[in-house]
């Protein structure tokens, strides 16, 4: 089955970076839409980015626009999150998702159909 497996996350002050990594097994990134995904504890989960598989096609949600870049490396099936100038109102459990199509068009979680199991941000103020 399909296994989508995060890293990077970790405790953080605020002003500081992290990088999430997300990797794949019995998945290609090839032709797919990857996206990341967050949940802070008792909020719904939130759309953070997406790439299309070209990876010239990316959407952020406004909040992370200009602190956050969403990057894919399709030959070795991964794909990152870089997270510069963080604050605490991105604490929260980051998720990496992938689509089983290349349309990239939206942050909707329920249109992604793989999921990793989540690496948790804290950052600290």
């Known amino acids: 089955q399909v296994q989508l497996v995060e890293s990077g996350g970790g405790s953080v002050q605020a002003g500081g970076s992290l990088r999430l990594s997300c990797a794949a097994s019995r998945y290609s990134f090839s032709g797919k839409c990857l996206g990341w995904f967050r949940q802070a504890p008792g909020k719904e989960r939130e759309g953070v980015a997406n790439i299309a598989p070209g990876g010239s096609g990316i959407i952020y949600t406004d909040s992370v626009k200009g602190r956050f870049t969403i990057s894919r490396d399709n030959a070795n099936n991964t794909v990152y999150l870089q997270m510069n100038s963080l604050k605490s109102e991105d604490t929260a459990t980051y998720f990496c998702?992938?689509?089983?199509?290349?349309?990239?068009?939206?942050?909707?979680?329920?249109?992604?159909?793989?999921w990793g199991q989540g690496t948790q941000v804290t950052v600290s103020s």
């Open positions: 998702a992938g689509r089983s199509s290349f349309w990239c068009g939206s942050l909707r979680s329920r249109e992604y159909d793989y």
